[in-house]
């Protein structure tokens, strides 16, 4: 195959040259991490919350870490200039932090980069393993390096990567039949708790009870280390800071959540409504979108799950997952990371083998939020709300490839094409 003035090779990489592809690959990932830490101004800009965080807890001063005027004094004190970027994490993921902070904040920047680019590594050797799409195993690193969000996240020092393999592990064991730990490993990515809930209310509404076992328990755990982090008044403060946040949404120290930024149906409708309405017929207008979506696609997994469980896994997980996203409270673009896991679950899932229209469709809207352009143009203009309308069309095209009934023979053989390509994940020992 001819592509960019090169020519694939027609027969997969031996295993040695697709060790030193992903070698080069971590050493570009690296390389660009270390020259953005060298631009103060950009070095990990969200990184530098959760790096209060961590200093507020370890200094044992955590029962004030959602004390705003704290937050700007320990900001302040490690950053050396004034300025506050609300910390609005879950207070258990300060205690995570909190280790790092023993290093100066450039060297826990690239600590933490590293970090990502090894789970972003561990996520292309996971997903090899249920979606070998592309066969060509360097055009799949391609398309799993090249994602921006992924980029951007490891830039920003944000924490979507590793939710990003939680959800692949949730996956993997859904397809296993293993519901309680795939409830487990949901519940691990509560510390980006907006981009977690509406999927496991869409599980909670398929009566999915082994896997809400595993999701409550896990958040048991995790709002017991809460307390351990910052006590019981500091989990209050954090409550009442969120509060505030959803009541006050407009107040200037809440000023950085704009919604314009937002490719959610909140972020749209705020936009398209703004001036026309009262702010609180927006809010309600924005639960009943969100929470109509939510219905149907619940509605329409359990369904799913009836017929042709097996065969429609892949799609409905991918449709849930695009729609957390697009009903998700508080989500910015580099959230859109969890889509890579989308797409491969797509292209891997045996209604893709069909030529249909959609087909068409998901290609386009996948084309336009793989490009970085749109990004950077949004984010200049401040219209980043915009990508909402890409997003929702991937997710009305999963729609409908799912009304197109599976093939017994296709099904069979995505299987094959799994186990051909499991060998480490297929990272260049499966056949083409």
Sequence with gaps: MRGLGFVWPARQPTSREVRIALVFTAAALFGHLIAQSMAPSVRGYDFRAMYAAGQIVRSGNGSRLYDLQEQARAEEAIFERPGLLLIVHPPFEALFFAPLTRFSYASAYLIWGAINILLWMLFAYLARSFAPVPQQIFRYLILCFTFFPLWITMISG????????????????????????????????????????????ICLLRQKWRMMAGFAVTAVLLGGLSVVAVGLS???????????????????LYGAFATSDM???????????????????????????????????????????????????????????????????????????????????????????????????????????????????????????????????????LFGLLRQPPLLELTATSANGAAAASPACGLGEGKA
């Design 158 to 201: 944000q924490t979507t990567i590793p939710l990003v393999v939680l959800y692949c592990l949730t996956y993997i064991a859904l397809k296993g039949q293993q519901d309680f730990r795939a409830g487990v490993f949901l519940g691990l990515g509560l510390f980006r708790f907006q981009l977690v809930l509406p999927f496991a209310l």
């Design 263 to 397: 490719p959610t149906v909140r972020g749209v409708l705020s936009v398209l409504m703004a001036g026309r309405v009262a702010p609180e017929w927006v809010s309600v207008t924005v639960a009943l979108v969100s929470g109509l979506l939510i219905l149907f696609v619940a509605g329409l997994w359990r369904r799913k799950d009836r017929l042709e469980r097996d065969a429609s896994l892949g799609l409905m997980f991918a449709a849930a997952l695009a729609v957390t996203l697009i009903t998700g409270y508080h989500v910015y673009y580099y959230d859109l990371s969890l889509l890579l896991l989308a797409v491969f679950l797509v292209l891997g899932s045996p209604q893709w083998s069909r030529k249909t229209p959609w087909r068409a469709v998901v290609y386009v809207s996948i084309a336009v939020l793989y490009l970085p352009p749109v990004y950077l143009l949004l984010g200049g203009w401040r219209r980043l709300y915009l990508l909402w309308f890409p997003l929702f069309i991937f997710v009305l095209a």
């Design 234 to 252: 500091g989990v209050a403060s954090y409550v009442t800071l969120l509060v505030n946040i959803v009541r006050r949404p407009a107040d200037s």
